[in-house]
């Protein structure tokens, strides 16, 4: 079975932190993928990665960037958290076309 | 841009009666669709897709539709269980690599 994992079910941090959310598959993906899910907004891709050191911006990227040092992690950078990016977020790999494989999200939230 | 939704955020249906989620779509270039699963603290979980060469897939329990004259995509689910209480999401393929949501249809189940 596939497994992504996050690093944290529940983060709290104050706005202006630097935050950094981790995210690692087991099945040797080449696209990983960075999603916030919000209420009635469903999920929102902020960035997506085809390759090592490979990024490209999803919809919503402003104010997050991302990492990809190594095939199997994908970190999520919040570089001044604010309050409007309290949300859930949640990392997806991709083995074969169109299936995506989940974690099972971080809450965070930004006071 | 164009995107995909659906027609109802919530269903409440009974303990072994079929649930019908529908989802209206805009992009008709997609070449699949595909519904996702989400229970309560975790991550969506794939249930089945259907290419756009198709109209009718099926699984266990599950059957998608895809109607491409009026842009309409529906997962039914046949002899609905408890353990099917989650929320639904539809799903088209944007490129190669991204997948655009839908909002979510809550499914409820009643004993």
């Known amino acids: 079975d596939v497994k992504v994992t996050q690093s944290s079910r529940y983060l709290v941090k104050r706005t202006g932190e630097k935050v950094f959310l981790e995210c690692v598959q087991d099945?040797?993906?080449?696209?990983m993928f960075w999603y916030r899910q919000d209420p009635g907004l469903g999920l929102r891709l902020i960035y997506f990665?085809?390759?090592?050191?490979?990024?490209e911006k999803g919809d919503i990227p402003e104010g997050y960037s991302v990492s990809r040092e190594k095939k199997e992690r994908f970190s999520l950078i919040l570089e001044s958290a604010s309050t409007n990016q309290t949300s859930m977020y949640l990392c997806?790999?991709?083995?074969?076309?169109?299936?995506?494989?989940f974690g099972p999200g971080t809450r965070l939230t930004v006071t | 841009g164009e995107s995909v939704g659906l027609h109802l955020p919530t269903l409440s249906v009974q303990e072994g009666d079929n649930s019908i989620i529908n989802c209206a779509y805009s992009n008709s270039a997609s070449d699949y669709f595909i519904w996702y699963k989400q229970e309560s603290g975790k991550g969506p979980q794939f249930i089945i897709d259907?290419?756009?060469?198709?109209d009718k897939r099926q699984g266990q329990r599950v059957t998608v539709l895809l109607n491409k004259t009026v842009k309409h995509l529906s997962l039914q689910i046949a002899a609905t269980q408890p353990g099917d209480s989650a929320v639904y999401f539809c799903a088209e393929n944007e490129g190669a690599q991204k997948l655009v949501f839908g909002q979510g249809t809550r499914l409820t189940i009643n004993p």
């Open positions: 099945m040797d993906h080449e696209n």
């Open positions: 259907i290419r756009s060469n198709m």
């Open positions: 990665s085809y390759d090592v050191k490979m990024k």
């Open positions: 997806a790999s991709m083995g074969r076309p169109h299936e995506q494989y």
